[in-house]
């Protein structure tokens, strides 16, 4: 589960201690690959690919930073492998890379990320409202370009799901998954709420079942976006703030009162949702970790972390943790 790099400063030899396994376990295996200027981490594993490790499973497509399939933990920080460069990372020291941790390992680098397949598919899509008149007139909808602003940034997302990755709400917790929807689905709702067309109201069912409250705003989400979208400073603070005013603003409530308005509850915001209830994952019967960054103090053996899973999940018996 784990890459490490060590860049020999008078060799010229780039040396890669290399986790090997499945989600069943696996150990180190070095690697020493000559240097080689203007290299990517990525292309050093391609390099190990095609002379040592032909069996060596790592994801990749545009090598550009654009797909978001090379997403994986360098120095503890996770990042993409095609955009971290090798003479950005300190010479002569070692350089751990490693799977995403908050998701359970297929092979090597390889992990399952359907989890956030299966969250995009409880969020409500976008309802327009009826065009007016002269909207029907036009043939199209008239939007402001200060309110098309406000969502764009959103739409930079390409879905690397490292922000999923490094949030410690499920990073820490694996129960937490059935009833989080995370930073990137986070921004989806967002761009949704804040579209101008848009009259779906998503608030509740943030509160109710993807648990925004979770989300203690350390904005370390941001820090990893390799897009560089303020994820908690233009998405998740502004929805918080949304559904605070939705559930305790006496004058949103006068208003509706007066305007015979009523709030859309969570279970009619899912309903337009392809998947309704809570995301259909749940933890394995073992939740295994990913092999700490570095192997201090243990003989150069670093073991999985192994927790036990909660006893109880959303839809079963017993109700959900609040």
């Known amino acids: 589960m784990a890459e490490e790099i060590v860049r020999g400063t008078q060799s010229g030899e780039v040396t890669l201690r290399i986790w090997r396994g499945d989600q069943d376990g696996g150990a ?42 090379c997403s994986a933990e360098i120095n503890g920080r996770p990042s993409l492998m095609c955009m971290t460069r090798m003479d950005t990372l300190p010479p002569g020291e070692t350089v751990t890379v490693a799977p995403m941790r908050s998701f ?41 370009q200060m309110d098309v602003d406000r969502s764009q940034e959103f739409r930079k997302c390409i879905e690397c799901y490292l922000c999923q990755n ?9 129960e937490n998954k059935t009833a989080y929807a995370g930073p990137r689905y986070f921004i989806r709702s967002a761009e949704l709420e804040m579209h101008p067309l848009d009259t779906n109201d998503r608030r509740q069912l943030l509160q109710e079942e993807q648990g925004l409250g979770k989300c203690n705003i350390t904005k370390c989400c941001t820090e990893v976006c390799p897009e560089h979208i303020k994820i908690t400073d233009n998405a998740i603070i502004p929805l918080k703030e ?16 007066i305007l015979n308005r009523t709030k859309r509850t969570a279970a009619e915001a899912a309903v337009s949702a392809p998947a309704q209830g809570p995301a259909a994952v749940r933890p394995s019967e073992e939740v295994r970790g990913v092999p700490l960054p570095h192997p201090h103090d243990t003989g150069g053996a670093v073991a999985a972390a192994v927790a036990a899973p909660p006893a ?7 109700p959900p943790d609040a």
């Open 28 to 69: 180190f295996e070095e690697y020493v690959m000559p240097a080689q200027e203007g290299e990517v981490v990525l292309d050093v594993i391609h390099r190990v690919q095609a002379t040592s490790a032909p069996d060596l499973a790592c994801r990749w497509n545009c090598k550009a930073g654009k797909c978001g399939s």
């Open 104 to 144: 359970p390992i297929i092979r090597d680098l390889v992990t399952d990320v359907s989890f956030n397949y299966e969250m995009a598919k409880r969020i409500p899509p976008l309802l327009p409202r009826s065009r007016t008149e002269d909207e029907e007139a036009a043939g199209g909808y008239r939007m402001a």
């Open 166 to 174: 490094v949030c410690h709400v499920t990073r820490d917790h694996e």
């Open 242 to 257: 949304r559904v605070v005013d939705a559930k305790y603003d006496p004058v949103a409530w006068l208003g509706r009162k």
């Open 312 to 318: 109880t999940f959303p839809g079963d018996d017993a």
